[in-house]
């Protein structure tokens, strides 16, 4: 049992190695080799660095507070908040209008009232970040600053929540964070830092001479110095002229799985857009912040997060640059500091900006509204440095850049959100390798993204997406072939992967990240248990241009079969603007095929006979089958995806016949009804023990974009 969670831990461990921030010490693979035997360098720097949020952080206490019963209008208070690069926590004149909601148990309380003072005639007013302000009414505290009423001008008049409701935030169970993945100890891996870093500078003063030392980081220096400008000349490569794309459609009744799920996908980014469209009445003053995403990046971060309750938009996302954070040890926090929130931290960053209300020990008040109004959470917590505010005639926001992980984000609810210096977040790696085959640049994205089963199932494809377009830089005709390794308690050995090739005229990465989209969907939607994400890797090549291909024949090695038997057919494939192909593809006639012609369609894998469909749920519910009452099983349903034809393959099956008439339905229905009997008397039938499963396929370099028929003869089997 011992040597099994030691092999958990190495799996979770080996997981996220490859995206935090590099440390150069040579304790990194010494010391992480005792603990998993083999590491990477990235896991060290955040992780150690962590260790040090256990102990080091500043103990703050709360201060006494005034009760909604002690307010009158006209009492004059200050509140306090952070607007420029100084990171001075600047007053503001606070006078009480009145109280709303006092007298109804069921609305949130508020209390009304007037800002005034220098600092709200430099802003503008009250501005987007200034939420979780804390205001003092004779040096007591009453609250903290947190909505406006949208598109109202001044913005001057501004709503406070009560401190007495954002103390219940404390008070809430917290049983996120506790999977059966394992949790890192970061102070015994502290400990052990510093006591290998202590023998390795003594045994290094005593070996090696100080011209040696100086050579040695010289030569590391260059070293770095030589990779950041490779980085960069490798952005600066110029892109080639875009390439014209040609439609080519598919035969018959056939219908693209891929184009089925993008109008699935488009359907769902205009009901969000006509929901993000609705105004609500209130504005909570909370500053988004976005890194990496790009244009189009952020247009499918906001319909994912919109079921989530956050309205993403160009108006109140502040690109703060963030890439690899790495925990701040020594984290202090003030009431009227700046503080983040962030579901993903790295080169794709997402989260909030607002200030802090009050801190108690570790523990910590903010923004005096939800963020995600999600309960329990699990999100990063981050310091944040303010740059300076913009505003306009009825709005404004700060301007500011995420520093680092402080701690964690537990409780989202609707007077606050509420968090626990210290502590670090349960994460998934994400790391994502895009290789541009026009401009021959390689680039692998590394991001984090806070462990919560929905956020990551919304994040996660926005962040594939997001590596592919801002690596193109481009949105052209262009092939993709994308794989992913997702590790979980799902799949063989913990490991799900999958293959595909995708093509599209504008915009190759929405279409690429359909079938992680919906195999996420499945494993995090689970009903019966959590998932227990690892890690999920993604390699994308991409080829500017169309590598797709049509069919042009497909003759069988023999023209009578029996069945069982296995045959071949000789294939020819036209590549777009290529020369044509010869290909060999298996096929297997069924063990229980009826004597006569039977008619094959040859297609593209990503092609699905929606006819065939059709008349196969006709002919069960005319049969009598009754339909499923509940969804297969996530591992029944796992499979069937990650065994569905990919879109270069070449697939051989049957043809649907469509009954001419009353008795060809009838005789149909039938033999599927025979044919349900035989099974259901001897269910090893279709399938033996280890037989090995029949594969009409075979796997191109090219998506088939088409389909053609032929038949053989099937005689009786003697």
């Given at each position: 049992m011992y040597m099994s969670k030691i092999l958990i831990a190495i799996i979770f461990i080996s997981a996220i190695m490859d995206i935090l921030p590099i440390s150069k010490s040579i304790f990194e693979v010494n010391f992480l080799n005792r603990y998993i035997g083999k590491i990477k360098k990235g896991l060290v720097s955040l992780c150690l660095t962590g260790a040090l949020l256990v102990s080091s952080v500043a103990v703050a206490a709360l201060p006494?507070?005034?009760?909604?019963?002690?307010?009158?209008?006209?009492?004059?208070?200050?509140?306090?908040?952070?607007?420029?690069?100084?990171?001075?926590?600047?007053?503001?004149?606070?006078?009480?209008?009145?109280?709303?909601?006092?007298?109804?148990?069921?609305?949130?309380?508020?209390?009304?009232?007037?800002?005034?003072?220098?600092?709200?005639?430099?802003?503008?007013?009250?501005?987007?970040?200034?939420?979780?302000?804390?205001?003092?009414?004779?040096?007591?505290?009453?609250?903290?600053?947190?909505?406006?009423?949208?598109?109202?001008?001044?913005?001057?008049?501004?709503?406070?929540?009560?401190?007495?409701?954002?103390?219940?935030?404390?008070?809430?169970?917290?049983?996120?964070?506790k999977t059966r993945m394992p949790q890192l100890d970061l102070a015994q891996m502290k400990a052990e830092r510093e006591k290998f870093q202590a023998d390795q500078e003594a045994k290094a003063k005593e070996g090696k001479e100080p011209a040696e030392e100086k050579?040695?980081?010289?030569?590391?220096?260059?070293?770095?110095?030589?990779?950041?400008?490779?980085?960069?000349?490798?952005?600066?490569?110029?892109?080639?002229?875009?390439?014209?794309?040609?439609?080519?459609?598919?035969?018959?009744?056939?219908?693209?799985?891929?184009?089925?799920?993008?109008?699935?996908?488009?359907?769902?980014?205009?009901?969000?857009?006509v929901e993000s469209g609705s105004e609500a009445p209130l504005e909570h003053k909370t500053t988004y912040f976005a890194?990496?995403?790009?244009?189009?990046?952020?247009?499918?971060?906001?319909?994912?997060?919109?079921?989530?309750?956050?309205?993403?938009?160009?108006?109140?996302?502040?690109?703060?640059?963030?890439?690899?954070?790495?925990a701040r040890p020594n984290a202090v926090l003030q009431p009227g500091s700046p503080v983040g929130v962030a579901m993903s931290i790295g080169d794709f960053t997402f989260g909030s900006m607002g200030t802090v209300t009050a801190v108690d020990g570790n523990r910590v008040l903010a923004f005096g509204h939800s963020y995600t109004h999600r309960g329990n959470v699990n999100y990063f917590m981050t310091d944040a440095d303010v740059i300076s505010t913009i505003h306009g005639p009825t709005s404004g926001m700060k301007l500011g850049n995420v520093q680092g992980i402080i701690g964690r984000v537990n409780q989202d609810r609707q007077d606050g959100i509420g968090g626990i210096?210290?502590?670090?977040?349960?994460?998934?790696?994400?790391?994502?390798?895009?290789?541009?085959?026009?401009?021959?640049?390689?680039?692998?994205?590394?991001?984090?993204?806070?462990?919560?089963?929905?956020?990551?199932?919304?994040?996660?494809?926005?962040?594939?997406?997001?590596?592919?377009?801002?690596?193109?830089?481009?949105?052209?005709?262009?092939?993709?072939?994308?794989?992913?390794?997702?590790?979980?308690?799902?799949?063989?050995?913990?490991?799900?992967?999958?293959?595909?090739?995708?093509?599209?005229?504008?915009?190759?990465?929405?279409?690429?990240?359909?079938?992680?989209?919906?195999?996420?969907a499945v494993i995090l939607g689970n009903k019966e248990k959590e998932a227990d994400m690892l890690d999920l890797k993604v390699d994308v090549t991409i080829d500017k241009g169309r590598k797709t291909a049509t069919l042009v024949s497909a003759v069988p090695s023999k023209q009578e079969v029996v069945p069982g038997e296995e045959i071949t057919f000789d294939t020819t494939i036209k590549p777009y603007r290529g020369e044509k192909i010869k290909l060999s593809v298996p096929y297997k006639v069924p063990e229980h095929q009826q004597s006569g012609q039977l008619a094959l369609d040859v297609h593209g894998g990503g092609l699905v006979n929606v006819a065939k469909i059709l008349l196969a749920q006709q002919q069960a519910t005319e049969a009598g089958a009754k339909?499923?009452?509940?969804?297969?099983?996530?591992?029944?349903?796992?499979?069937?995806?990650?065994?569905?034809?990919?879109?270069?393959?070449?697939?051989?099956?049957?043809?649907?016949?469509?009954?001419?008439?009353?008795?060809?339905?009838?005789?149909?229905?039938?033999?599927?009804?025979?044919?349900?009997?035989?099974?259901?008397?001897?269910?090893?039938?279709?399938?033996?023990?280890?037989?090995?499963?029949?594969?009409?396929?075979?796997?191109?370099?090219?998506?088939?974009?088409?389909?053609?028929?032929?038949?053989?003869?099937?005689?009786?089997?003697?």
């Open positions: 006494e507070i005034i009760g909604l019963k002690e307010l009158q209008p006209g009492m004059w208070g200050t509140g306090y908040t952070v607007i420029d690069a100084s990171g001075e926590i600047r007053p503001f004149d606070v006078q009480v209008v009145g109280i709303l909601g006092d007298n109804s148990k069921m609305s949130a309380k508020r209390i009304l009232v007037n800002l005034s003072g220098p600092l709200i005639e430099e802003t503008g007013g009250a501005i987007s970040g200034m939420s979780g302000s804390p205001i003092y009414f004779n040096g007591r505290l009453a609250g903290a600053l947190s909505a406006g009423y949208k598109d109202m001008y001044p913005t001057q008049r501004i709503m406070l929540t009560p401190i007495e409701d954002m103390l219940k935030i404390w008070d809430y169970p917290d049983t996120r964070n050579a040695a980081e010289e030569a590391a220096a260059q070293s770095e110095e030589h990779e950041e400008q490779a980085g960069t000349e490798a952005q600066d490569e110029a892109l080639v002229e875009e390439q014209q794309s040609q439609e080519v459609a598919g035969a018959g009744d056939y219908q693209s799985r891929a184009e089925t799920a993008e109008d699935e996908e488009t359907a769902t980014d205009e009901e969000a857009e890194s990496g995403f790009g244009a189009q990046g952020l247009k499918m971060l906001q319909s994912k997060m919109s079921p989530l309750g956050i309205q993403v938009d160009y108006d109140n996302t502040w690109d703060n640059g963030a890439s690899m954070m790495s210096l210290g502590q670090f977040p349960q994460t998934v790696p994400v790391i994502v390798t895009v290789h541009d085959k026009d401009t021959g640049r390689e680039i692998t994205y590394n991001t984090m993204v806070a462990y919560d089963e929905e956020v990551l199932a919304a994040l996660a494809p926005v962040v594939v997406y997001s590596s592919i377009n801002t690596t193109l830089d481009r949105q052209d005709a262009s092939t993709a072939s994308l794989q992913f390794s997702l590790r979980s308690s799902y799949g063989k050995d913990g490991l799900i992967s999958r293959r595909n090739m995708f093509y599209d005229g504008e915009d190759v990465a929405k279409v690429a990240v359909t079938e992680l989209n919906d195999i996420l339909p499923a009452e509940e969804e297969p099983p996530v591992d029944v349903q796992l499979q069937n995806m990650l065994s569905s034809n990919c879109n270069n393959d070449i697939v051989i099956e049957s043809t649907v016949v469509v009954p001419k008439n009353d008795e060809e339905l009838k005789e149909s229905i039938r033999q599927a009804q025979k044919l349900a009997k035989e099974l259901a008397k001897n269910p090893q039938a279709v399938k033996k023990p280890n037989q090995k499963p029949v594969v009409n396929k075979l796997a191109t370099d090219y998506i088939i974009e088409n389909v053609i028929h032929t038949s053989v003869k099937v005689l009786e089997k003697k």
